[in-house]
């Protein structure tokens, strides 16, 4: 305790009052008391439910909070963590977790398998208490891209990715897009989503309009948002500049709202964002394309407590809302009953 | 010879205007902030900004009060952790350590001042945030590990650097004589370390360590990772919280989004700014007493 003593002297010196010294010193001691003592946190429990969610604006929780009713990412209620993949380092360190994750988040790239650590939670569609055949489509990415194009895992949260700049898509970056919504779309099955039918990438063209750039492509494209859409984008990026090396990207994630803001203030020509867009980022002049789709999944710890009875019997989506919204759940076990 | 007189007018009034630009900054900042926040302070009392719980954007409530408590928190914290800390580590390297020892020690914690934020913030997911869990069952309580305790033990190893580096500065400055006149006097070198030599650095020793404080209250990306990120003002450590910077940089992405919010935050900024400054006066009213005190005594 030398430095409180050598605190005391500092305080003494400076020719403080003794009125002020007391203040001080109780300041002190309170900081002390409080920092050490202190019921906060959860009050144990071996099945408490630990609701995560994602502090920074994104389009997994805005997707995910419209799927159990017309919420908001703001009503999701839990610890917040940055990122998809800081939510996941949550969920997999923390045997209580439940969170939320990207398609290409929750499994892996490489092997189609979901990645280790955490396990997907199987939705309970019909609400018949398990999961049937016909809902049993996590096994790998493969037969779950397939659920998400035919519609059968449900939309949201399922949801289409869109590629936002202010106004309209300009030069190389108009180029770029619409080799996306053509020659792009093949990449997409075997990155991890689900690519657009020729309709919808007809539709998407129609917005762009069909002048097409005559002279070589060639310049900087800026490309920031969702870390929903980084994967795929990161692998449109590395084609196309394959096919024109004039064409260099930079490209960053941060969060669907981050590249909303990026695209409507001009930092980036393209921001990825993995929701709908607001009638508020219309007005301020937000123009858009879809250019695929993927989902929205929860998590939990692959050492959940209750782990195969959720895998068997799934939840449901009033399961999902009273965990993050209404807060009426709280235990694993009932969950799970 | 005019050339001479030239250049010398030239080199000052440069330097001058060098000066003048870096203190404008400031107040550009200040009011540029201002400007960008008159639309939600024409729409909301001060009084509701600052004080109120309820921050419900979509609803047009925008409470800074959990905000503010959560950054109050978590530096408070980061400063109990780092003062001591860092004293009795300046104290050591100015003092006692010998020659290769210190040149070893000091360029490895001026090092810690170079790591990214970022880099802070996945350490403290890794290693610091199962740390507290384990800290909080022994106190008898459990936390999932993103509380304002992980906020503060990560923002303290950010101010470490800043602290020790112009601690131990200012402890080698102090005259020599003042300790060999302790030490003639027949006491051991603790003593005269920690009466005499405190006394004499005293005023560089407060400096340091508001200037740790203002980096305390700003550093944004390492805390936001940690701290759990719940719009409530915390009642213990074990708890999340919310500060400013966190609040900023998580929803820099709806500014554009939804009505009001841009200037919401940037209305934040201006909070933080505020804050920073009242911190910063108050201490150099404090460190004004300490440096009369000894012109006097």
Not at chain 1, 251 to 261: D, I, Q, R, V
Request: with cysteine; proline share 4%.
């Amino acid at each position: 305790m030398h430095f409180l003593e050598s605190a005391k002297n500092a305080v003494k010196s400076s020719g403080a009052s003794a009125a002020g010294r007391i203040c001080l010193a109780l300041l002190m001691l309170s900081l002390f008391a409080t920092s050490l003592g202190g019921c906060g946190g959860q009050t144990g429990g071996e099945y408490l439910i630990d609701v995560y969610t994602r502090s920074d604006a994104c389009g997994a929780g805005q997707t995910w909070a419209q799927y159990l009713g017309n919420y908001t990412q703001d009503d999701l209620k839990g610890t917040a963590v940055y990122g998809d993949p800081g939510l996941e380092e949550a969920v997999r360190q923390d045997r209580l977790a439940i969170g939320y994750s990207n398609l290409n988040y929750a499994y892996d790239m490489v092997s189609g398998t979901q990645i280790s650590g955490v396990r997907v939670v199987p939705i309970d569609l019909n609400g018949n208490g398990r999961i049937d055949a016909d809902e049993d489509f996590y096994g790998n990415k493969t037969v779950l891209l397939k659920a998400i194009a035919t519609g059968v895992y449900p939309s949201p949260p399922a949801r289409d990715e869109n590629l936002v700049t202010k106004g309209e898509f300009k030069g190389i970056a108009k180029e770029f897009v619409r080799w996306i919504l053509t020659d792009g779309q093949r990449y997409c099955s075997e990155v991890g989503y689900v690519p657009l039918t020729e309709e919808q990438a007809e539709n998407q063209l129609a917005k762009l309009g069909n002048e097409e750039l005559e002279t070589k492509l060639e310049g900087r494209i800026a490309i920031s948002g969702a870390f929903a859409l980084y994967p795929m984008m990161g692998n449109w990026t590395e084609e196309f500049h394959k096919l024109h090396p004039g064409v260099r990207f930079d490209l960053s994630a941060g969060g669907a709202g981050k590249g909303m803001t990026d695209a409507l203030s001009g930092m980036v020509d393209i921001g990825m964002v993995s929701r709908g867009i607001y009638p508020a980022e219309i007005q301020n002049g937000a123009f858009w394309v879809s250019v695929t789709k993927d989902a929205v999944f929860a998590i939990v710890n692959a050492k959940n407590p209750v782990l195969q009875e959720l895998l068997t019997k799934g939840m449901t989506r009033q399961a999902f809302t009273d965990a993050w919204i209404t807060g009426n759940v709280t235990d694993w076990r009932d969950v799970t009953r | 010879m005019r050339f001479r007189r030239l250049k010398d007018f030239l080199a000052s009034r440069l330097m001058l205007s060098a000066t003048v630009f870096s203190a404008l900054l400031v107040i550009v900042i200040a009011v540029g902030l201002y400007l960008k926040s008159r639309p939600i302070l024409s729409v909301q009392p001060l009084s509701n900004l600052l004080f109120s719980s309820s921050w419900h954007p979509l609803n047009g409530e925008f409470g800074l009060y959990p905000f503010l408590m959560g950054t109050l928190w978590v530096t408070g914290v980061a400063m109990i952790i780092a003062i001591p800390l860092c004293l009795l580590t300046s104290i050591y390297l100015a003092e006692y350590a010998p020659r290769r020892v210190r040149s070893t020690i000091k360029p490895m914690i001026d090092l810690l001042a170079g790591i990214p934020s970022v880099v802070y913030g996945l350490f403290g997911i890794l290693l610091i945030v199962p740390l507290t869990r384990s800290i909080a069952s022994a106190f008898g309580t459990t936390t999932n590990g993103y509380n304002v305790l992980s906020g503060g033990i990560v923002l303290a190893m950010m101010v470490f650097p800043v602290i020790i580096a112009i601690s131990t500065e200012v402890i080698e400055t102090v005259p020599y004589g003042m300790r060999e006149a302790s030490l003639a006097l027949g006491s051991t070198k603790w003593q005269a370390t920690k009466l005499v030599v405190s006394r004499g650095a005293a005023a560089g020793l407060i400096a340091a360590i508001v200037l740790g404080f203002t980096r305390a209250f700003g550093e944004t990306m390492a805390v936001l990772m940690v701290v759990g990120n719940v719009a409530k003002a915390p009642s213990s450590v074990f708890e999340p919280a919310y500060p400013l910077p966190a609040l900023i940089a998580n929803n820099y992405g709806e500014m554009m989004s939804v009505p009001l919010y841009g200037s919401a935050l940037l209305f934040a900024a201006l909070v933080l700014l505020a804050v920073v400054f009242l911190f910063s006066v108050g201490a150099r009213t404090i460190l004004l007493r300490v440096e009369r005190g000894y012109q006097l005594g």
